[in-house]
């Protein structure tokens, strides 16, 4: 079945570095989410990319969907305290209007 | 509007027994979507629900099971409980065009603890 793996797991950084996780899919994905999860929290929706290559920005986050629709980042500029969280990337297959896989997270503690 | 509706937001329940897990959607959103999520196991998809028809599930014994209303509400079922069971339950529901191209609004879970 669809495997969505992230990288890494655990992201430990001094507030003001810059913070990258990256997601890779063992299918192709028809478009593929991004979700952040604060300490006892929910998932909460943070975009959806679709075309391949595409590129978004919100503010200091830049998420970026590969040419093979198979893997996607999320890059943040110059850390703060409140991107503390797990982040999420999930995507459906391309095959089939099946269920959509979430990566098991990138946790990120920003030091202050 | 209101957001994604979750009850009991946690329960405590012992080995053998059987819970029942409820959620509203969002107004208007008739797909349903449930996760089971474990420190070690990120975000398991359990199955969806739209217009009261199950329409993917995920790879759970059959002790897992759920239902979708008419009101577009769903609830989860456990039976005979097992310690493995404890996680955070949460459901999602999504706009009109379904959960795999929309995103998904989670609500605040329902924490089990199975003793």
């Known amino acids: 079945g669809q495997q969505v793996m992230q990288i890494p797991q655990y992201q430990h950084v001094q507030e003001g570095e810059d913070f990258t996780t990256y997601c890779n899919s063992s299918t192709t994905l028809s478009n593929i989410q991004w979700y952040k999860q604060r300490p006892g929290g929910h998932p909460v929706f943070l975009i959806q990319l679709v075309k391949s290559g595409e590129v978004k920005k919100q503010k200091r986050l830049t998420f970026q969907f590969g040419e093979a629709k198979k893997n996607s980042s999320l890059h943040i500029t110059a850390t703060q305290t409140t991107d503390v969280g797990t982040y999420f990337c999930a995507g459906p297959p391309n095959t089939n209007a099946g269920k959509s896989t979430f990566g098991d997270g990138t946790t990120l503690t920003v030091k202050p | 509007k209101a957001g994604v509706t979750q009850t009991p937001r946690y329960l405590i329940k012992t080995r053998g027994q059987q819970v029942t897990l409820s959620c509203s959607p969002i107004?208007?959103?008739?797909?349903v979507s449930w996760y089971q999520q474990t420190p070690g196991q990120g975000l398991q998809f359990l199955f969806e629900?739209?217009?009261?028809?199950?329409?993917n599930k995920g790879n759970f014994p059959g002790r897992f099971s759920g239902r979708q209303f008419s009101n577009s509400r769903s609830e989860m079922n456990v039976s005979t409980l097992e310690l493995g069971d404890s996680a955070l339950y949460l459901c999602?529901?999504?706009?009109?065009?379904?959960?795999?191209?929309?995103?998904?609004?989670f609500g605040e879970g329902s924490r089990l603890t199975v003793l």
């Open positions: 107004s208007g959103h008739r797909s």
């Open positions: 629900y739209f217009s009261e028809t199950q329409r």
């Open positions: 999602a529901s999504s706009g009109p065009a379904g959960a795999n191209t929309g995103e998904l609004f």
